[in-house]
C-alpha cells in the first residue's frame, strides 16, 4: 500500500505527508508513482492485445501522461488540447483516439495531419465534415462510428453517456441508413462507445460488449469491413460511502470471455479506475467555528482546487496527517474559502478533533482532480507532485499572482 500510516503519521510510499506541506506549501496534489503503475499494469496485463487507451481528460498533467507511455499505454482525447499534450508526453499518434461531439474543423484537420489511430465521428453532420476535409487534403480517413446503445449506466445522471437523451454517439438505425458511397473520402473501420463513467456493474459492461458485437454484424452484413471495437472505459472506483466497484481483473475477464474468437483490434479507454486512488489532496486547517447547528473546519482547498464535491456531489473520505488516538472523534462539516455554499467537501462528517494548522488529505482525487481545478475567487492553483520512493518531484508548479494578472487586460479606450 503506497499510503499508509506509521506510527500514526501519514506515509506516501517512503515521504511523510507533513514534509511536503513543508517543503510545497499546501493545497497540494500529491500522487503515488507506485499505484499509477500498478493499476495501469493491471489493465495491460489482464488484457493481452487490447490498446490500452488512458482518458487524458481525467488527468491530463504531462509526468501522468509520460508514465502511462512508457509504460505502453495510449490516449483517448477529446480535443487538439489533449492530442498535444498526449504528443509532447511522448505517446505516439498511432496510440491515439479521438472522440468529442464537438469537433472543430481545425481539430479535424489537425487530427489527420498527425494521423491519429482513431477519429471517431458522432453525427451525420459530423461525418460530412470529416469527408470534406479529407477531401480538402487528398485522403481517405478511416473513421470509426460512436455508437449510442440506450444503455443506463445506472451512474450519476451528469456522467450518464450512452442513452438517447445524451448528447453523445449515434443510434444504429441512423448509422446503418448512412450512404458512404457518397462519402469517398471516409471509410468505417470500426464501431465504438463509452456509455458513462463510474459504472460499478459487470453486468452493465457485459451489455455493452453484447451490443458491440452485434453492431459488428450488423455493419458487416451491409457491406462494411468492422474490424476494430473500442468499448471506452467508465469502471468505477470504490470512494467513500460508495458501493463496490469491480475489481479490474474482474471487469477484464469479462471482456476476454466474452471477446475471444473476434477477428478485431480491442481498445479500452480506462481513466478513473487507473488515477483515482493514486493522489491525495492535502491541505491544512484554517479556522474552526461552530454554532448551535453546525461545527465547520475550514480547510485551505477549495471547490476551485477540487470540485467534484460541488459539481457531483461526491463523498471522499478525508483523514488526518496524523493520527491521535486521544483525541475526542466529532461530526463537522469540512469546507473550503470559497464564496460559496457548495465549497463543502463533507457534510456531518466524523473525524478526530481538528485544530488550526492541522493537515488532512482528502482522498482518492487522482481523476477530476487537477485536471478540473480553476482559479475562481481569484484563487491559484494548486501545486501537483509526484513521490517515488522517498522523492518529492513537482510536476505542476503553484500558481501565482504575476500569472494570474496576465489572463486578462485592461483594454484601450475605458478611460473616463
Known amino acids: ?139 481517405c480517413a478511416m473513421v470509426v462510428a460512436r455508437l449510442s446503445p440506450d444503455i443506463d449506466a445506472k451512474t450519476n445522471y451528469k456522467i450518464s453517456t450512452g442513452l438517447y437523451k445524451n448528447k453523445f454517439g449515434i443510434p444504429m438505425e441512423i448509422l446503418e441508413k448512412i450512404d458512404f458511397k457518397t462519402l469517398p473520402n471516409v471509410k468505417l473501420c470500426g464501431v465504438s462507445a463509452h456509455i458513462g463513467s463510474q459504472i460499478c456493474s459487470l453486468e452493465i459492461f457485459l451489455k455493452l460488449v453484447n451490443y458491440m458485437k452485434d453492431a459488428r454484424v450488423k455493419l458487416n452484413s451491409l457491406g462494411h469491413n468492422i474490424r476494430r471495437i473500442d468499448l471506452g472505459g467508465g469502471l468505477g472506483v470504490s470512494y467513500a460511502h460508495n458501493k463496490e466497484a469491480p475489481p479490474i481483473a474482474e471487469y477484464a475477464k469479462l471482456l476476454r470471455d466474452n471477446l475471444s474468437g473476434l477477428d478485431c483490434e480491442f481498445i479500452c479507454e480506462p481513466g478513473r479506475s487507473i488515477i483515482a486512488n493514486t493522489a491525495v489532496l492535502l491541505s491544512q486547517v484554517l479556522y474552526r467555528k461552530s454554532n ?39 461530526t ?44 475562481y475567487n481569484s484563487r491559484l492553483l494548486p501545486a501537483e507532485v509526484l513521490i517515488n520512493g522517498n522523492r518529492i518531484s513537482v510536476i505542476r508548479n503553484r500558481g501565482n499572482y504575476e500569472d494570474l494578472l496576465k489572463q486578462t487586460i485592461i483594454c484601450d479606450g475605458i478611460d473616463q
Not at 464564496?339 to 482522498?363: H, M, P, W
Request: proline letters at 4%; one cysteine or more.
Open 1 to 139: 500500500m503506497a499510503f499508509t500510516y506509521r506510527d500514526n503519521e501519514l506515509y506516501i510510499e517512503d515521504v511523510k505527508v507533513d514534509e511536503i506541506a513543508k517543503k510545497i506549501n499546501t493545497p497540494t496534489y500529491c500522487y503515488s508513482l507506485k499505484t499509477i503503475r500498478d493499476n495501469f499494469n493491471s489493465f495491460y496485463q489482464s488484457l493481452p492485445g487490447f490498446l490500452i487507451c488512458f482518458a487524458v481528460k481525467s488527468n491530463s498533467n504531462l509526468s501522468i501522461l509520460k508514465i502511462i507511455g512508457q509504460l505502453g499505454g495510449g490516449a483517448d482525447v477529446v480535443s487538439e488540447g489533449e492530442i498535444r499534450l498526449a504528443l509532447a508526453a511522448g505517446i505516439p499518434p498511432e496510440k491515439i483516439v479521438f472522440s468529442g461531439v464537438g469537433k472543430t474543423a481545425s481539430e479535424i484537420r489537425y487530427a489527420l495531419t498527425v494521423k491519429v489511430h482513431q477519429l471517431n465521428f458522432e453525427s451525420i453532420e459530423e461525418l460530412k465534415q470529416i469527408n470534406t476535409i479529407a477531401s480538402d487534403m487528398g485522403t
Open 292 to 330: 448551535d447547528f453546525v461545527s465547520h473546519v475550514i480547510i485551505d482547498a477549495g471547490m476551485n482546487d477540487f470540485v467534484r464535491p460541488a459539481v457531483y456531489g461526491s463523498l471522499h473520505q478525508i483523514i488526518p496527517a496524523k493520527k491521535d488516538p486521544s483525541l475526542p472523534i466529532e
Open 332 to 375: 463537522v462539516d469540512i469546507v473550503g474559502p470559497v464564496c460559496e455554499t457548495s465549497d463543502t467537501f463533507a457534510k456531518d462528517y466524523s473525524i478526530q478533533r481538528l485544530k488550526n494548522g492541522d493537515l488532512v488529505c482528502v482522498c482518492d482525487v487522482g481523476a477530476y482532480g487537477g485536471s478540473m481545478c480553476n482559479t
